[in-house]
């Protein structure tokens, strides 16, 4: 297996869980580097009510690193306001150039600051942390990475040290970036159970993260890994069209950058071909309705791993009340840190290669903050844990 060839030749596991974790995840080779992006005061952006703004920005990452490189060969993770690409030293240049195409159209487009560096994976075992790699099978032709070992988070905070990101940072370029196949027609998914709860956790240890899963199972009535019916959000009476859809005029800008209304009559003629196929159930050139909906509730990444765990849930009330005592006293018990949100509905903006070939991936979050969110709470509780342990010492 060659350095460059490394994710597309990992094999591919059927099951997102890990009992063997020390030995089911595998480093990254030296010359890789992470490349993160995240929206700088995207909370302000957030009580704004743009929080699909901020969603559209964070899908761009990924989707103008893939349209430029072969999408089996990186891995990535969706974060809600940024996103992680991690690529081979001879992918680099084209994927920086790609996301700096997305800090400049984030500025330009939706008024949105974002902030973008490029981190040699040498440099972030330096500094103690690593990138261990599994890759998940949603369907086929269509992975998700599951990533541990501290990496992401070390380069979360060199991206938010103005100091430390200096040598790593991505300025904005005049390139615009190629973000054909990224849209966000589909209407908020509306919680069916009561609650749509965005999760984020960390065990103490990697190690420790199948039992903290039984625990989660036992309040929840379902292991949130493995229990697939219980955890698919975009499928049955959830997914609702509009037409127009509501987000055209946004996933134009993108998509079209100076060629707005180009893009805005092209997504209605789509809009149109889709609602044709989708209400009657007969083929619309290259999509076939009951085709593309079932690969369409496979491959959505409402659970994913990157350093942490996060999930988007769709919980009863009493559910909600038991995950959030046993986390809490999980905490307590210094066993892991965690964030939380709840709203009543998730989001999805959708990434879409090749429809005829199953090429295509659903970036789900909690709506009104979702991800985003749970991660300022993640942070503030990880930051209470570190003062009180310095306290105590």
Sequence with gaps: MSAEDFYSELPSCQDFKSDNIRNDFIPVPEDWVVLTADIV?????INAGRYKHVNMVGAAVIAAVLNKVDRDRVPFVFGGDGAVVVVPEADRKLAEEAIAGVVALARDVVDLELRAASIPVADIRKRGGDIKVRKYC?????????????GLLIADRILKDPEAVKPYALAAS???PVLSGLSCRWEPLDAQNGHIVSVILKPATDESLPEIIEGLAGGLGFNPLTDDEKLRLAEGPRLKFRFPPRTLSLEASFGSPGRW?????MGIVESLFFMYGYYTGRRAGPFEPKKYIKELSLNTDHRKLGDSLQLVLDLTPDQL????TYLESQSEAGQLIYGLHVSDSALMT????DVSNNQHIHFVDGANGGLSLAAIDFKKRLSDRVAASQITN
């Design 41 to 45: 005061r995207s909370r302000d952006a």
């Design 138 to 150: 949603l369907s086929p032709g269509n992975h998700l990475a599951m990533i541990i070992g501290d």
């Design 174 to 176: 005049s390139d615009d």
């Design 261 to 265: 209304l180009k893009g805005y009559l």
């Design 321 to 324: 009340s038991a995950l959030k």
């Design 350 to 353: 959708c990434f879409v290669q």
